[in-house]
């Protein structure tokens, strides 16, 4: 399954880096999430707890941060088992600065589902995913709205 996107953010790409980098950030903006922790230099286990229709499963597994160039791009190895199936993905990430204080961040990669995941279709599994993305950029607007008030 491919997934691939973008979406422009009102942060400088610095700003947009630090968080995606935080690990505290991380586990309140990604959806579901219910523990993340590091276990090494860009290396975490995750447990991921996922209700949407028919998609419904508590996840666990490791995430893993590849080929940093800070502050521009990195590539983000998701390895995540569940009852319902298994899901593996490497997605490269790139921070586009727009102007100083907008930063365009494009994702692209590619998932390889197992069990009743890989069975529930490709329309189902890229539904439930374009909504997880869109909570996930929705979650790091606000956080990074939140950091720039705080400043002030």
């Keep these: 399954m491919q997934l691939t996107g973008k979406q422009v953010l009102n942060a400088a790409p610095s700003k947009v880096w630090e968080k995606l980098m935080d690990t505290p950030t991380l586990a309140r903006i990604v959806p579901g999430i219910t523990k993340l922790e590091q276990t090494?230099?860009?290396?975490?286990?995750?447990?991921?707890?996922?209700?949407?229709?028919?998609?419904n499963?508590?996840?666990?597994?490791?995430l893993q941060m590849q080929d940093i160039t800070e502050p521009t791009n990195f590539t983000l190895k998701v390895q995540q088992n569940s009852k319902i199936g298994n899901a593996n993905a490497a997605i490269k990430v790139d921070l586009i600065p727009l102007n100083g204080e907008q930063t365009e961040v494009a994702f692209d990669g590619d998932a390889k589902l197992s069990g009743l995941l890989a069975g529930m279709g490709q329309r189902v599994i890229s539904g439930v995913a374009n909504t997880l993305t869109k909570q996930f950029f929705s979650n790091l607007e606000k956080e990074l709205a939140g950091s720039n008030t705080e400043k002030v």
């Design 40 to 55: 090494g230099e860009n290396a975490y286990t995750s447990t991921i707890q996922i209700k949407m229709g028919p998609v």
């Design 57 to 62: 499963g508590s996840f666990s597994g490791n």
